[in-house]
T-cell receptor
């Protein structure tokens, strides 16, 4: 149980284009989903928290107009990187927390974004 | 501000050589302390949640313990497949988010 998927697993895009990453909870409902970014050999950096049906809460320093987050259902959240630049290249990971009252976050497998 | 410090940053063990990873934390009221395993190029895999001092949890060769200031992840007779980065995170009672430590990169040689 508690499986989270991400799609795509890898994406290469040209500078100036937008990329959408999907995060799905496959066998549970998630009222809250989280988006992280991870640089090589570093720990996870929280970008934003999204609650189903409401606007995402962004961490300090994360541009909300650049990283658009939508959490339209209890099983799906999307992160769109708009007008991507090479410095946006990174490993993006989502996580989801169940509605059952426990506090564990279950992570997706990650998406490797490369902007050329 | 919540803080999590993991040590050592890297640990090399021979197969069968037991050891412990440390996670020291400061948090304004602990809701939970979480251990994850992360393999290269993959997302973290949930291992344990600990909620209160004195609590212990086990899974195969891993055992996690918790005090008011730190948590240990004990690895008994590790195998090469236990090689990974182990992440510790805390969640405060007043927060939705996890604060992660820098991780311990474990390498187990056959």
């Amino acid at each position: 149980g508690a499986v989270v998927s991400q799609h795509p697993s890898r994406v290469i895009c040209k500078s100036g284009t937008s990329v959408k990453i999907e995060c799905r909870s496959l066998d549970f409902q998630a009222t809250t989903m989280f988006w992280y970014r991870q640089f090589p050999k570093q720990s996870l950096m929280l970008m934003a928290t999204s609650n189903e049906g409401s606007k995402a809460t962004y961490e300090q320093g994360v541009e909300k107009d650049k990283f658009l987050i939508n959490h339209a259902s209890l099983t799906l959240s999307t992160l769109t990187v708009t007008s991507a630049h090479p410095e946006d290249s990174s490993f993006y990971i989502c996580s989801a927390r169940t509605t059952s009252g426990s506090y564990e976050q279950y992570f997706g497998p990650g998406t490797r974004l490369t902007v050329t | 501000e919540d803080q999590v410090t993991q040590s050592p940053e890297a640990l090399r063990l021979q197969e069968g050589e037991s050891s412990s990873l440390n996670c020291s934390y400061t948090v304004s009221g602990l809701r939970g302390l979480f251990w994850y395993r992360q393999d290269p190029g993959k997302g973290p895999e949930f291992l344990f949640t600990l909620y209160s001092a004195g609590e212990e949890k086990e899974k195969e060769r891993l055992k996690a313990t918790l005090t008011k200031k730190e948590s240990f992840l004990h690895i008994t007779a590790p195998k090469p497949e236990d090689s990974a980065t182990y992440l510790c995170a805390v969640q405060a009672t007043i927060s939705n988010m996890l604060t992660f430590g820098g991780g311990t990169r474990l390498m187990v040689k056959p």
